[in-house]
């Protein structure tokens, strides 16, 4: 059985673009910012949080290629090595509705060097609607994951009036 990550404070980080003065802006994609990404991640690591989740359900992940992905994770991952954070916390979340593509991005993590994956549950997928069939989802990612991960489930309630 895999280990869970060390327990203490992890924080969701925001995926961070160039702004709109930056030379390489495009109003229509704006490029990825790695700099930054990676001095607002050291500083959360100097500032006593235990680990990073990166690219979780912030938002701004469904919207990056997986290559866009592995370069935040990537980008991450060397400004720890480099400040002398080598074994770090990072887990990396997934973004896709089906099981081939949450296994690409999982195997792209652990290639940027995360130890963990954060699954999101599928949305629009009928086959894991039912209680069985995310069971089922998680199992089939899970075992063709390189590392271990987490479900990752949105709970709402829902209050009707009537």
């Not at 690591?45 to 990537?74: D, P, Q």
């Not at 720890?80 to 080598?86: L, R, V």
Request: a neutral charge; hydrophobic letters at 45%.
């Amino acid at each position: 059985m895999a280990s869970p990550p060390p327990a203490g404070v992890y924080v969701p980080v925001p995926t961070f673009f160039v702004s709109k003065k930056a030379a390489n802006y495009n109003a229509t994609a704006a490029p990825l910012d790695l700099e930054t990404q990676a001095a607002h991640s050291l500083h959360l690591a100097k500032s006593g949080i235990t680990g990073l989740v990166v690219l979780g359900s912030t938002g701004e992940a469904v919207h990056l290629t997986n290559k866009e992905r592995f370069e935040v994770l990537s980008s991450v991952r060397k400004a720890y090595d480099n400040a002398g954070y080598k074994n770090y916390p990072i887990i990396a979340g997934t973004a896709a509705q089906n099981i081939e593509e949450v296994v690409d991005q999982l195997k792209g993590a652990k290639e940027a060097g995360c130890q963990w994956g954060l699954c999101l549950v599928p949305g629009y997928f009928a086959g894991a609607s039912t209680q069985d069939g995310i069971i089922q989802w998680f199992t089939a990612v899970a075992d063709q994951s390189p590392i271990p991960v987490m479900m990752f489930v949105h709970c709402f309630l829902l209050h009707i009036r009537r």
